[in-house]
Nanobody
Framework: QLQLEESGGGLVQPGGSLRLSCVVS????????ITWFRQASGEERGEGFA?????????YYEDSVKGRFTISRDGAKNTVFLQMNSLKPEDTGTYYC?????????????????WGQGTQVTVSS
């Protein structure tokens, strides 16, 4: 089992940037894909929109964040980052990182067993 902890959320104006971090601890010798999810207030958690796999750090993005968000990993620190640029009000929500139970990236929340507690991102003027 892995423990994940997100940080870096906050209030930012439209067009601004934030960098989220996800520190992974536990059985980190068996690296598994890490995906970011967003949950808007009053809504169910959405599907994963950015993932970094365990295979040569392959990355995958949902269309709505392509070109704006970048996922990366610092293996030495067991940390996954999400650089978010050109933020929009619709990006507002609680951001979660999660570790897949599989060896591949998936956007489906039910394929993830280990979750962080979330960090709030608010994009507003």
């Amino acid at each position: 089992q892995l423990q994940l902890e997100e940080s870096g959320g906050g209030l930012v104006q439209p067009g601004g940037s934030l960098r989220l971090s996800c520190v992974v601890s536990g059985s980190t010798s068996d690296w598994r894909p890490i995906t970011w999810f967003r949950q808007a207030s009053g809504e169910e958690r959405g599907e994963g929109f950015a993932c970094i796999s365990s295979s040569y750090d392959s990355v995958y993005y949902e269309d709505s964040v392509k070109g704006r968000f970048t996922i990366s990993r610092d293996g030495a620190k067991n940390t996954v980052f999400l650089q978010m640029n050109s933020l929009k009000p619709e990006d507002t929500g609680t951001y979660y990182c999660a570790a897949s139970r599989n060896s591949y990236c998936s956007s489906r929340p039910y394929e993830y067993d280990d979750w962080g507690q979330g960090t709030q991102v608010t994009v507003s003027s």
